[in-house]
C-alpha cells in the first residue's frame, strides 16, 4: 500500500443497483476516495440514489453511462451490471482511462476476462473484482494461521459452502437467475466465494483437476440453483464446495493441515462488522481415554474499525494513487480473478459433460 | 427403553485392545450393566487388562475367546477385534446366544456383515455397532432441530468431515492401515463416522448414487490413508464428507436446510465429555445494506451426567433387558449399520473403477 498521503481517488458508479448502496458508503467511509458521479440509464433514478446514499453535494449525476465515462473528472469506476454486461463496459472504461472495481463474477467466462484483462492492461488500468472478504483484517490473520508450518503445516484437505435460501420473488425474478443476465446462477454467484477460499488457502495454486458433484439443481431456464464440485491437486490435497440459492444462510471454510485446522462460518460477510473471529486448532488430539480433546481448539477475534469493503476500497485506491504516481498496476488482483473464473468455468463445463474431470490449464 | 428396573447385563470382552479401555469404563458407569468377564488370547494380558480396567472382583479373566464364550454367565459381549475377524467371532458370539456389541466399521463388506446379522437373527441376539455419538443426549437435540420443518426445513445440502494426523508409527503399525487386518482404512475408521452423520441427518434414507471425491491417498499396501465423496438423493439433496489420517483434527457437520443450518464441530468425540454444543440458525439474512447476520446463529448448550458411551451401554442393555423379558430385538440398529457399510462399500467401489457413480441399492 502507499504510505504517502494521496489526493483521493474520485469514484464514479455506474448502475444505481441495490449492491452499489453498500459500495457507496464504503467510499464514503474510506479515506483515501471520494463519491464523485453515479449514472443510471435514468437520469432520475441515479439523482434518487445519490440523495439516498449521501453523496456530496459536489457529486455529479449522469441519465447515462457513456457521460459518466467522459467525465475527466473520474478517476475510478465501480461497476456491479450484470454479469452479462461486463465485457461490454468494462472494455469502455478502461478505454476511458478509469480504473476498473469490478462485481463478481468477473466475466460469464474466462475467455471474456481476457478481453477485459486486455483492455485494462492497454490502457494502464487497475482491475480489481469485489470480492470484499480477501480485504478483513481476519483474512489476513487466517493466512498467517494457515501460512505456519508449525501451527498449520501442509494444507490436506478443506471445504467451504455458500448458499441463502432466496425466496419466490428472487427465484423468480432476480438478475441472478436469468440466463441472459447472470448466466451462472449460484455457481457465479455463490459459488464464486467458496472457489476464491480455496484458491486463497491453497495460496492461489491451480489445481490440476476439477469435477463438478452429481446432482446439481438447474432452474426451467437452465441457470444453475445449486451445485458443488471438487478441486484436486498432484500431491493428494482435496478441496471441495457447495453453493446453492436453496438452502439457508451458511458460510463456511474448513480448511485441515498436517498440523492445524482452520474454522469460520462466516467468512463472506462476518456476523457483526466490526469485531468478527475464526477457530482454530493446532497439534489437537484426543485424550488418553478418547473422551475428549487436548487441547481444544481456540476462538481468534479480530477487530476492524473500517469495515472490509472499506479496506477493499482503500487497498484499490492506494494502488491507483500508486498509479498516479508512476507505478504499474498491481498484477495479482486480475490473475486471482483469472483464476477464480477458470475454476468456475470448468465446474460449469463438468456439470455440462456429465461429471467429467476437467483439467485446468492457465 | 425399558423403564422398570432390570438386573444388569453381564457383559464379557473379547480382545484387550486400548479402545476396550474406554468401553470397560463406560459399563462400569452404566446403570444397567456389569463387568463380568474378559478374555484375550493372552491370560496374562486378559488379566493386567482386569486389572487396569477396574473390572470388579468376581469377575472372570480368560486366555482364550471360545472360553468366555462358554461363559453360562456372560449375557452379552463387546467384540473390539480388527475389521478382518469380525465376520467369524461375531457368527460364534451369536451361536453361543450373546448379544453383541461391536465394534465399526461391522464388517469388510455389507455381504459378510449380512452373515453377521443372518446369525444374530437365527440365535435371537440383539445387534449394535459401537458408534458412541448416536447416543448422546445432544444428538437427540439435534436431531429434534433438524426434523423440525419450521426450524430447519428440508435438508438441502450437507458435508461431514474427520481426520486426524496419524503419526509415523501409526501410519506404518497401527491395525488401521494393515490390508489384512482393518482393510477399509480410513474410510471405515474416520469414513465410518462421516457417512453415518450424512445418513442420521438423512433420518437414514439412503441415497441414490454416491461417488467417490477423485484424489484419494492410497498406502503402498494399497489401503485407503484419506478420501472422500458425494451421495445424493432424487431430490436434490446432495452430501459431501471427506475422511483422513493425513491431516490434523478435525470434525464436523454442516447441514443445511430450506430455513436453518446445523453447525457442529466435534460430533463424535465432544471436545469435554458432560458439556458440549452445537449451533443452529433459523431464517438467517443478511442486514439491509448487507453488512451483519440477522438474527445471528446460537450456541445449544447440551449437558449429560452419562457420557455418550455410556449412553450406548446403557440403551443397548435396556434392548437386552427387553429381550430377557420377552420382546424381539431392535431391528433398527443393525439395519442403521447396514446401511452404513453400503456407502462405505460404494465408495470403495468406486474408487476402485475410476470415480464411477455407484448406485445404493438394498
Redesign the interface.
Known sequence: MATEIQTPIRFGIIGAAD?A??LS?AITLAPNAVLSAVASRSLEKATQFAKANNFPPEAKVYGSYEALLDDPDIDAVYLPLPTALHVKWAVVVAQKKKHLLMEKPVALNAGEFDVIVKACEENGVQFMDGTMWVHHPRTAKMREFIADPER??QL??M?S?F???GDADFLKNDIRVKPDLDGLGSLGDAGWYGIRAILWANDYELPK?V?A???P?LNEAGVIL?C?G?L??DD???A?F?C?F?????M?I?A??????L?V??FI?????KECSY?A??????ND?????EP??SEHIVTTDL?Q?VCMVREFSCLVGNIKNGSKPEQKWPIISRKTQLILDAVKTSIETG?A?VDIKW
Chains 1, 2 share one sequence.
Open positions: 449492491i448502496r453498500k458508503r498449520f503445516g490436506r484437505t471445504h459452502c448458499s441463502f435460501a483437476t469435477v458433484t452429481p446432482g439443481v445449486s458443488g471438487s484436486n491437486w493428494g490435497r482435496v471441495t457447495s446453492s436453496l438452502a439457508n444462510l451458511t463456511e474448513t485441515a493441515g498436517t498440523n492445524g485446522t474454522h462460518y462466516d460477510i462476518p456476523f457483526k462488522e477457530i486448532n493446532t497439534k489437537c488430539f484426543f481415554l478418547v473422551t475428549g480433546w481444544l481448539p469495515p469493503e461429471f474431470p
